[in-house]
């Protein structure tokens, strides 16, 4: 059972626009919610993160937006540029850098010229 | 710092067979992860240690599996015998302790044919 699920599974952007990645989660408990980029070849790398108690952190182009009372939170990448093509996976855990994180299923960016 | 190094990055082997991963972690991590990543589930936690010492193992699919971490700088995902829904990219990732980051190594891509 996927206790993390995200969407889309692939997402073609123009670049300057904006992509937009979502993630749902059942488990109330879990408190810690981070983003994780990987390109081709690399394992994944920690992107930004949030904690329930704010709505919304932005790090540059990223901001991650979250929605405790929909449990939902999404990945926004403003400005995209092709630099930024990539897969996005969302994840989520109990406590920050907790043992066990759920990862979402990820999302394949493509950020076209 | 080198980062998490695994070997080998591709592996391709016959149903039946032993294989081996290798990863060194980054140095002065206490914490070391295995993980499976396959189109169908994702990223998926096998199993973690701590201090050399495995700590939750709930993750290893069945008893083909096994892990192990002699010392600090260096630990093995063992399959055998391997079969074909075995194959998918294996990632080990470190971390330094229980509030960290977990860094990615590159991932070993296992097929089994």
């Known amino acids: 059972q996927q206790q993390v699920k995200q969407s889309p599974q692939s997402l073609i952007v123009q670049k300057g626009g904006i992509s937009i990645i979502n993630c749902a989660y059942e488990?109330?408990?879990?408190?810690?919610f981070p983003w994780y980029q990987q390109f081709p070849g690399k394992g994944p790398a920690l992107l930004i993160a949030i904690r329930p108690d704010v709505s919304e952190k932005k790090e540059g182009r990223f901001t991650i937006s979250f929605n405790k009372s929909a449990k939902q939170f999404s990945l926004h990448i403003m400005d995209s540029q092709p630099g930024d093509s990539a897969t996005y996976f969302c994840?989520?855990?109990?406590?920050?850098?907790?043992?066990?994180?759920?990862f979402g299923t990820g999302t394949r960016l493509t950020v076209i010229p | 710092d080198a980062g998490v190094i695994q070997s080998p990055r591709h592996e391709v082997t016959e149903m039946g067979q032993e294989v081996t991963l290798r990863c060194k972690p980054i140095s002065g991590h206490d914490y070391l992860f295995w993980y499976r990543q396959t189109m169908m589930r994702g990223l998926e936690l096998l199993i973690y240690f701590n201090n050399n010492v495995p700590i939750d193992d709930s993750g290893m699919p069945e008893d083909r599996f096994s892990a192990k971490m002699p010392n600090a700088s260096f630990s093995t995902l063992k399959i055998q015998p391997s079969e074909p829904r075995d194959s998918a990219v294996y990632f080990c990732?470190?971390?330094?302790?229980?509030?960290?980051?977990?860094?990615f190594g590159p991932g070993t891509r296992l097929t089994v044919l």
């Open positions: 994840a989520a855990s109990r406590g920050t850098g907790a043992n066990n994180l759920f």
């Open positions: 488990n109330t408990a879990f408190d810690y």
């Open positions: 990732a470190s971390r330094r302790d229980r509030g960290g980051e977990q860094f």
